[in-house]
């Protein structure tokens, strides 16, 4: 067995493994539009027949939502078992008419190292799963089995808030549970160095409606004496933040540690460039708390964001309607030490206080997550950072994430593992938004990635 | 002559009229649905042909939509010449599954004085329209003639936003101009009160979008560090009101008289329920300026609403995205004393005045009228006023109006002449509603208040 051989096998074997994610591409598996259901039930029953023509004991597992797939391979008597995770449904693709092409016809674009392969899902996250499953095909391949034991665990509610998710893993936690996971649902630090996350944000979220007349009014016949719940709810709205770009929920930053020296140190070395990174997507001036750095903003720092807001005439022309109701759906990211229950309580009691007496508040289905450190002292870690950087250009480094993967969490508090969450995704890869790409040279160097951190996990080059 | 054989000959004569009435309620006279133009066109045709019964010189006028009927008739050497403006066209009937029965096919229901005329068009303009041509045949019937000059133009197009109202004036300005146009498309102030409406408000509308990132931004990646415009969106419209129910922009309230004494005192002995009012609505709470009575909110107040706000994701479940715009339909009424310009000026100045630099706003396409505010020291107001006292269980009273009745404002700025507002509708004739309804007392004592009018306006009891 050799390392080497098996990256060449990587090398030669590309297009294959590009066709193969362009297969699963093509299945439109938005999980959180039931019309989209039995597209997720396609997706998860194609991800169940590749894990077995590796010879993994793979099956889809139904859940109340969409289906959860798993499957297992054994190793060598005495390697470790390691999980990988991923999740095979992808966002909606409103709105459509900022697509340059379908957004499930996916197109391999441009020349050289530069390809991108385009289409909802190549990074978010088909693309980064199929790293992981291609590394281990190049190994069964080179080397007739897997160099440790591993259990696949790929979901199909992450884009919608995972509903089932926690419930199936404490019933088959025995089934699951392995040494560690490893979670490739993150990207690179930059284009040339890859990165361990062992920081995420936990996520709170609410959608409310505030509802005042018991239907639409004429605003000529009742504007100046009925209230109009569009005001009641932007003032809702606009008062979650002071002018210097705080939360001012009472109690918000309680408990937040600051950020200690040495991962101050270590963030002030990566010399993030916040000009350049806002300037990509025609900003220019961080909108969080005065006084933070760029990276504490989106890595250590709370966060509140209202996701969407409606209500009243919103189509061509104009319409004097003074409606019976309006509606938001607002988020808070969370960070150490932070309690979703709380966050969320505040909240509602900043709705409730700020009521008119002839307005009600309809709260929605609030989801919750706590924020997520990991412990690197774990020698894993290090482990896959050294193989991590003799893949890439640059040394791997560990850093944070602003977004939620609460899996992460699920892994800690269901099963007791740590887990380590590797990707090879790009600032630039349009996850969530029209146009999603995943670059060619991310889906092969993350194949490479992981058939050197297989190697490394296991004891090292074979 | 005797206005009171004038009077006695309508009440002889009321089963007639209502048949007449009828027949026009039976043509489904649509405006805004291109389906029902040779509907419309019928409607126009009946109108010619029953101003012709009565001995006019009138005809259907082409314009690029539906026709205008203009009708003509002499009275005395010396009487003064009135201008009569009603509307045969009526709204669409959907829900057609909410009517008790064919929309189209008019019923006579109840008993006695409860009795109704139910129909699309029975309130909403057809039943007030024929007030006034039934008060004119009796008048012909019992005397021979008018007693004075009179030019009847009724409409079309009333219902989808009189395209071709101001060109026609233009256009027949010489052939319409008379010394005071009679608008029969209001209502009763209560079941025993007429009324004048002597003051109607502008209106300023305008829709803005605030443009921030390029694209739709992943709230996870970029929440935090990234402008939200829907946060800058909410600030701006929160900003709109102070705690005290004031609109905020500079110089709004500039120039608005005080209202009168004498008109507070009148508006004051309305003993206006502004509790039952917003409590057939599911409201409690005047929600207008502090310290200002509730008619005065309605009627001599202006306001600014918001009537539509939308941004980011708003279908079901959650997106966790930071959109790259968010979007406000924005509607001011106006009072006396008020420009819509300035206001409208003053609007894009507060907009602009809180975007951050990395946010951009895009305004649509503003539409502004004016107040219309009448004279009422002309003594054809009182004299009128008088009449209708003489009719009704209870004095005539001069209101306000909250919404706008643009063609008041033409005949001002066009021809150059007064209007006053009289009808006969109630609050629960469920106009632009299913089962639309005119009280049968409101036709028959419309038609005797028009009577009474003539007479007075003529110079007084014959």
Same mark, same amino acid.
């Given at each position: ?37 039995? *597209?997720?039930?396609? !997706?998860?029953?194609? %991800?169940?027949? @590749? ?5 993994? =004991?793979?099956? /889809? #597992? ?111 936690? *025995?089934?699951?549970? !392995?040494?560690?996971? %490893?979670?490739? @649902? ?5 284009? =040339?160095?890859? /990165? #361990? ?266």
């Amino acid at each position: 067995m050799s390392l080497d051989q098996t990256l060449s096998r990587v090398d030669e074997t590309l297009d294959a493994a590009v066709a193969r994610l362009c297969d699963l591409l093509r299945i439109p598996s938005i999980s959180t539009d039931p019309a989209f259901a039995n *597209d997720c039930k396609a !997706a998860a029953d194609w %991800l169940v027949q @590749d894990l077995q023509s590796l010879g993994a =004991d793979a099956r /889809a #597992i139904e859940t109340p939502g969409h289906p959860m797939v798993v499957g297992h391979m054994d190793g060598p008597s005495g390697s470790p078992h390691l999980l990988f995770y991923g999740h095979y449904d992808v966002q909606p693709v409103d709105p459509l008419n900022l697509w340059d092409a379908d957004p499930f016809d996916p197109q391999i674009i441009g020349s050289g190292e530069d390809r991108i392969i385009r289409a909802r899902g190549a990074a978010d996250d088909k693309g980064q799963l199929m790293t992981f499953v291609e590394a281990c095909r190049a190994w069964i391949a080179q080397n007739g089995a897997l160099p440790c034991k591993i259990t696949f665990m790929f979901e199909g509610e992450e884009e919608s808030g995972s509903p089932s998710l926690q419930p199936f893993m404490r019933d088959f936690a *025995d089934e699951l549970r !392995a040494d560690i996971a %490893l979670i490739c @649902d993150t990207g690179l630090y930059d284009h =040339d160095t890859p /990165a #361990i996350t062992t920081m995420l944000r936990g996520l709170v979220s609410e959608e409310i409606t505030i509802h005042a007349a018991n239907k639409d009014l004429h605003s000529g016949l009742f504007g100046g004496l009925a209230m109009n719940p569009i005001r009641v709810l932007t003032q809702i709205l606009a008062d979650l933040h002071d002018d210097q770009g705080r939360v001012t929920l009472p109690g918000f930053y309680d408990g937040i540690p600051d950020l200690p020296a040495d991962q101050r140190a270590a963030w002030d070395a990566l010399n993030f460039d916040a000009g350049a990174f806002l300037g990509a997507v025609g900003l220019s001036q961080p909108a969080g708390e005065a006084g933070r750095l760029p990276l504490e903003m989106l890595w250590s720092r709370p966060t509140c964001d209202v996701n969407g807001v409606w209500g009243g005439y919103t189509g061509a022309g104009f319409k004097t309607v003074l409606p019976a109701e309006a509606h938001a759906k607002v988020s808070f990211r969370l960070v150490d030490g932070q309690d979703p229950d709380q966050v969320h309580q505040a909240f509602m009691d900043h709705v409730t206080s700020r009521l008119p007496s002839d307005c009600r508040v309809e709260f929605g289905k609030s989801k919750g997550s706590p924020a997520c450190v990991m412990q690197t002292s774990d020698p894993k870690f290090d482990a896959a950072r050294a193989a991590l950087s003799a893949e890439w250009p640059k040394p791997a480094q560990y850093i944070g994430i602003g977004g939620s993967i609460p899996i992460a969490g699920y892994f800690k508090t269901i099963l007791d593992m740590d887990a380590m969450l590797i990707g090879f995704g790009k600032e630039d890869d349009q996850i969530h938004s029209p146009n999603e790409k995943y670059d060619l040279r991310s889906f092969h160097k993350g194949i490479r990635s992981w058939v050197r951190i297989l190697d490394a996990l296991s004891g090292g080059s074979k």
